[in-house]
């Protein structure tokens, strides 16, 4: 028999997600994702001028404004044929690095964790630790309240299998308390150079505004002693023991496993990236070649036509059906689903985020420290590199992706050089063109830029993370990366699909992003 | 009283004294804070937004966010926080609008009026869900530029039809205690000082004809900026990285009201002009404008505005 399982909001990501899905005898035969919001600030760029783009593109996504900041302003870049100066790049690292630390944690800790450790196990807790004790009391008089909704934001949640190990339980719970605080610390470290988090000003074609002192190097220096710790202790540990207690995980959500990842973290030439840029398709890696991606929209609520193989730049519009239309479409078994338009690499469904740029560094034999830590975990914890594209391969790919940005940023941070401006100014391109590439926590994220005889934008285009991983069906019929996932998972109980929002969760989608 | 319960009350004091409250409260008020029994009830929902405000909100920093959900407020549901998952949150909501009244509506992001669908969750547009939910409440917060004054979401281009929180009040003839909290995103000392406002005092600090605190949005950028010296010497920088006013390159500081320049960003770590950038003017009506940071003497920048 045939069951139709929809979860709608999809809460704990970013932005308004639905998914539906169709199971049969327990497994899921079928999967549709939609992104649910739509702002339309791509073309509504055109007659800003190309420097706005940097500080409304940020604004796309509250959770990864560093990215966009940073690709618009490497867009920028390429259309000027600018470098920043090394300390122009050692500050946008540093922003940039410690904004990746903090949306891993809050990822780790504020989305996902709850969905496989068990908050009820509080309950039980019997120590001197304060931040518990108050949880634990306060569940205790939630639960004996008459309340209609005792204990919100932490129950209702969905009955299922969560970790029965009690001291993982808690001290996993510790740490999710312990990880807002230093989230918070991480937001000042990137608003001493970047002036705010979420979305700082500084980044600009040309470098960074800031310049660096030696007090704020020094303050740097002092709050990333506590988030090293943590990242490297409390962290490293919750996911690693996360990953044992629940291994079946390494099998769900695997997906079509095609890897796509853009250069990222460069040293202060602004080459020799930490992380390289390529595709695995089949378990085979290949250098980037970003000529080979297309969008897709016959799926997606536009009208605009061509529909399909549409290259980047080569379209000024971007028409939305309207509520009549759409209620049409929806109606339709065949029709259009989602905001999201469907971006292809020749042809290909990819994967981005954590995993493409681990698996593909890995295979570029580029970054030494990658090939070794993914070395020791494999042996570790029994695993190979096919392993990865999978619920609990990609909170592992997170933690290396962490550990290896926080050893980039203390070697950033000890060449910065005090007092120098890291900004180089130019007039804004006229008739140019530029793309800027780069990863955002979630994955690869770019932007292209034409600007007008008079330096204002002629036309922009996004091709975001989110959108490679949530996207609808392309022209071919074939779903998108997490709707593949989705497909073939067995699950308990239909009322309460864990199975299915770990996968999609495991993804961290930002459908803000996605559809912008 | 216990000890924890006192220790969290001081932090919430420094927030007061920090927002420059003091004078509204007095400590011995603020022991006799609510029990979990007369806790203020807040929903919170994402219109056509970033989610930068809730993030901000979580790095509130004198008082734990654990410590807000468990002493401070009962957030019935937050999209970013709540284990509630699909169906369970619908049940919340339409709880919310059957049985249940009274609770703060906190909205984050625009509301798309031509374009309903722009904006959905559970299959409903946030339209229905702000016309059924806002009548039940006894005040909403619209947190951020885009609830507050149009912001991203309304920019010129843009073709959703993006209301305010205001103005879709307004459009539905919903009368309701507003609070508009602008800057790009939310700052979390605001929203904390208007909850407690309301929370002790049963009713909200002085607005302005914006719906903004007067407290915080009365003055400019620019009168209390590190530079308004050198402005009126007209010391002006000619490029990044000069000392003196950034006016000739961009900044919107004096047509902005925010109070950046007292309290700064993330714990006062550092504010965008400090930072060497023109203020953007985040917090204005008038935000994105059409060029932010540009070089010295750009003549286009004398006439910027898109027509309005
Ligand atoms: S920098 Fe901006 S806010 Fe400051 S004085 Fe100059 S114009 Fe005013
Ligand atoms: S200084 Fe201006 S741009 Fe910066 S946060 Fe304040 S209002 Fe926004």
Known sequence: ?516 | MNSKRRQFIQRLWQIIVAAGAAQLFNFEELLAAPTAVNRPRLLWLHGTSCSGCSTAFLDIEQVSIVEILTQFVDVIFHPDLSLATGEQVIHILDHLTHHEDGFILVLEGGIPIKYPHACLMGERPMTDWITQLAPRASMLIAAGTCAALGGIPKMNGTVTGSMTLREFLQYKNINKPLVALPNCPMKPEHIVYVLLHQLKLGQLPELDELARPIKFFERTIHERCIYYADFQERRYAERIGDPGCLLKLGCQGPVTHNDCMRFGHNHNTNTCIRSGHPCIGCASERFPRQIMLHRYGDRRAIHNEFDA
């Open chain 1, 1 to 516: 028999m045939m069951t139709r399982c929809v979860v709608d909001p999809m809460t704990r990501i970013e932005g308004h997600l639905r998914f539906v899905t169709h199971i049969e005898n327990q497994v899921v035969i079928d999967a549709q994702c939609s992104a649910d919001m739509f702002r339309g600030i791509e073309k509504a760029l055109i007659g800003y001028d190309a420097r706005v783009a940097q500080q409304v593109t940020q604004r796309i996504c509250g959770v990864c404004p560093y990215g966009h900041a940073e690709a618009a302003a490497l867009a920028l870049e390429h259309a000027m044929n600018l470098r920043p100066n090394a300390n122009g790049q050692r500050l946008r690292n540093l922003i940039v690095g410690s904004y990746h630390l903090q949306d891993y944690l809050l990822h780790f800790y504020a989305l996902c964790a709850l969905d496989f450790i068990d908050i009820t196990a509080v309950l039980h807790y019997q120590g001197q630790d304060a931040g518990l004790l108050t949880v634990r009391d306060w569940v205790k008089q939630e639960m004996a309240s008459a309340k209609v909704f005792p204990a919100a934001p932490f129950l209702p949640r969905y009955e299922a299998a969560y970790c029965h190990d009690p001291t993982l339980n808690l001290s996993a719970i510790r740490h999710y308390l312990e990880a807002l605080p230093i989230m918070a610390t991480l937001h000042r470290m990137v608003a001493l150079f970047g002036a705010k988090a979420p979305h700082p000003v500084t980044i600009e074609a040309g470098g960074v505004t800031t310049i660096p002192s030696l007090d704020s190097i020094i303050q740097f220096r002092t709050w990333l002693i506590p988030v090293a710790a943590f990242i490297r202790g409390a962290f490293r540990d919750d996911v690693t023991a996360v990953a044992q207690a629940f291994r079946p995980y390494f099998a769900e959500g695997r997906g079509a496993g095609h890897l796509l990842s853009y250069p990222f973290f460069p040293d202060a030439t602004g080459a020799n990236h930490a992380f390289a840029g390529g595709a695995t398709l089949n378990g085979q890696y290949q250098p980037l070649d970003i000529n080979k991606i297309t969008e897709d929209s016959v799926r997606s609520y536009y009208s605009d036509q061509p529909d399909r193989h549409v290259k980047p730049l080569s379209s000024r519009h971007l028409t939305p059906i309207d509520w009549a239309q759409f209620n049409h479409e929806r109606a339709q078994p065949n029709g259009k689903y989602s905001w999201a338009r469907a971006p292809r690499y020749g042809g290909a469904v990819m994967e981005v985020g954590p995993v493409a740029r681990i698996v593909n560094t890995y295979h570029a034999g580029i970054n030494p420290a990658v090939t070794s830590l993914v070395n020791q975990y494999n042996q570790a914890l029994g695993l190979t590199l096919a392993d990865y594209p999978s619920v609990m391969g990609r909170h592992l790919a997170r933690l290396f992706n962490a550990l290896l940005i926080l050893d980039r940023l203390e070697q950033d941070l000890e060449a910065l050089v005090p007092d120098q401006l890291g900004f180089i100014e130019q007039p804004v391109p006229r008739n140019a063109q530029g793309v800027g590439l780069t990863e955002a926590t979630r994955g690869a994220l770019a932007h292209w830029i034409a600007t007008d005889d008079q330096g204002y934008i002629q036309n922009y285009e996004l091709i975001v993370p989110t959108t490679w991983n949530i996207s609808p069906r392309d022209a071919s019929n074939q779903p998108g990366a997490v709707e593949q996932m989705l497909i073939g998972t067995r699950i308990q109980n239909s009322a309460a699909p864990i199975e299915l929002t770990r996968i999609v969760r495991s993804t961290d989608p930002c459908i803000a992003c996605s559809v912008h």
